[in-house]
């Protein structure tokens, strides 16, 4: 089975610009979840998506957005980036119903904000 | 309110030696559960472990084992024999229970414990 893919794996944005970052789940997977990961805050999660529907959200501003869609694809979307939303942005994808504490990490995207 | 401590930011430690990751935790609930995960530095977070709070048994994979003290609120992550290529973050993570009723929940992730293991 191939794993959780994430691209871009590499990005630079300026700030204003908006980003959007894409995650593919491991196949039968319904479950998406997004989590960001910076040098001063370590890992926080952003939110989870289940059949399309967000089940959890952390606290983050609202320019950051996700959604997903009915192959269990997600996204998640940036506005009016800020230095500070530089960071490595990981997805974790997920069984879900009776296995949802299998998560599995994609590799990231690595986003710069300059 | 959740939280996960690791208080040891780094650690450096020859070829051979073992060496004990700490980890503590705080949460309300009754029911939670408590994970350990390793990051390379290509990123990726590989998953090690998953304890739930009623199962404080050891375990033992290898040259790894986990020490679960409710008592103490503690899981502690122990390497033995250590090798270069451990040489990474590792985190510990915690999550409660009430979050898989339906949802994933969250992960509550410690700041993370930079090991290096010198030859």
């Known amino acids: 089975k191939a794993g959780v893919t994430q691209t871009p794996r590499y990005l630079i944005k300026t700030r204003g610009q908006q980003v959007t970052l894409s995650c593919s789940p491991i196949?039968?997977?319904?479950?998406v979840s997004w989590y960001q990961q910076t040098p001063g805050q370590g890992l926080q999660f952003l939110f989870e998506y289940f059949s399309e529907t967000q089940r959890n959200k952390g606290n983050f501003p609202g320019r950051f957005s996700g959604r997903q869609f009915s192959n269990s694809r997600s996204e998640m979307n940036v506005s009016t980036l800020e230095l500070g939303d530089s960071a490595l942005y990981l997805c974790?994808?997920?069984?879900?119903?009776?296995?949802?504490?299998?998560?599995?990490f994609g590799p990231g995207t690595r986003l710069t904000v300059t | 309110a959740q939280k996960v401590t690791q208080a040891q930011t780094e650690i450096s430690v020859v070829e051979k030696e073992d060496v004990t990751l700490d980890c503590v935790y705080e949460?309300?609930?009754?029911?939670?559960?408590l994970f350990w995960y390793k990051q390379p530095p290509s990123g990726e977070l590989v998953f090690l472990i998953r304890r739930n709070s009623f199962d404080e048994q050891n375990e033992i994979s290898g040259r790894y084992s986990w020490n679960f003290q409710k008592s103490t609120s503690s899981f502690n992550f122990t390497i033995t024999a250590s090798q270069v290529v451990d040489s990474a973050v590792y985190f510990c993570?915690?999550?409660?229970?009430?979050?898989?009723?339906?949802?994933?929940?969250?992960?509550?992730f410690g700041k993370g414990t930079k090991l290096s293991v010198k030859p």
């Open positions: 993570a915690l999550s409660e229970a009430r979050n898989y009723g339906g949802s994933q929940g969250n992960l509550i």
């Open positions: 196949s039968g997977h319904r479950s």
């Open positions: 949460t309300r609930d009754t029911t939670y559960y």
């Open positions: 974790a994808s997920s069984p879900g119903r009776g296995r949802s504490y299998e998560q599995y």
